[in-house]
T-cell receptor, first 111, second 114 residues
Framework: AQSVSQHNHHVILSEAASLELGCNYS??????LFWYVQYPGQHLQLLLK??????LVKGIKGFEAEFIKSKFSFNLRKPSVQWSDTAEYFCAVRGYNKLIFGAGTRLAVHP | NAGVTQTPKFRILKIGQSMTLQCTQD?????MYWYRQDPGMGLKLIYY???????DKGEVPNGYNVSRSTTEDFPLRLELAAPSQTSVYFCASSPPTETGNTIYFGEGSWLTVV
């Protein structure tokens, strides 16, 4: 069965710190991988996506993610976070037809 | 472009009542999804559809029903509302998976069952 696991439920950082959020998935076939962000009171917004090609993908707002097929991972990174990055982050995996989300990671960035 | 439109945005139901959450997309997408989002639980897939006349269960289908009579519409039906169905519901749509395109979400429907 298709599943997604996000390792950190809550992350607290100071501004300018580096960020890495872990995401692992299980699925036997070809996958599309996504990271979404949800700011307080808002709906989901796409940060970045991976379908094929270069496993290092760059998204909006300075975020990037690396697909490591051998580890079934798709970790999200940002070199220097800002207070405005405070939000909840969701990893998602689309297998044959279904799009499945991880439980999310709440990021709080302190000034 | 309207994108994915959900109605209503907010609703309070009494236990045992029924209601339908409407979802419409104007992008001619084949794929449509319904999710619920509970605090700390992420988004759970309720039902999905790969085209008109075709629906399938997701991770948490119990207590819900769907239909897909047209490409544009994918309503979600709650027959006997229960407090456990208090949640935020999101509808989404996308082109076929092999085209490499993204998924578009509606703005959510907040449902409270009391």
């Amino acid at each position: 069965a298709q599943s997604v696991s996000q390792h950190n439920h809550h992350v607290i950082l100071s501004e300018a710190a580096s960020l890495e959020l872990g995401c692992n998935y299980s699925y036997g076939g070809t996958v599309n991988l996504f990271w979404y962000v949800q700011y307080p009171g808002q709906h989901l917004q796409l940060l970045l996506k991976y379908f094929s090609g270069d496993p290092l993908v760059k998204g909006i707002k300075g975020f990037e993610a690396e697909f490591i097929k051998s580890k079934f991972s798709f970790n999200l990174r940002k070199p220097s976070v800002q207070w405005s990055d405070t939000a909840e982050y969701f990893c998602a995996v689309r297998g044959y037809n279904k799009l499945i989300f991880g439980a999310g990671t709440r990021l709080a960035v302190h000034p | 472009n309207a994108g994915v439109t959900q109605t209503p945005k907010f609703r309070i139901l009494k236990i045992g009542q029924s209601m339908t959450l409407q979802c419409t997309q104007d992008m001619n997408h084949n794929y449509m999804y319904w999710y619920r989002q509970d605090p700390g639980m992420g988004l759970k897939l309720i039902y999905y559809s790969v085209g008109a006349g075709i629906t399938d269960k997701g991770e948490v289908p119990n207590g819900y029903n769907v239909s897909r009579s047209t490409t544009e519409d994918f309503p979600l039906r709650l027959e006997l509302a229960a407090p456990s169905q208090t949640s935020v519901y999101f509808c989404a749509s996308s082109p076929p998976t092999e085209t490499g395109n993204t998924i578009y979400f509606g703005e959510g429907s907040w449902l409270t069952v009391v």
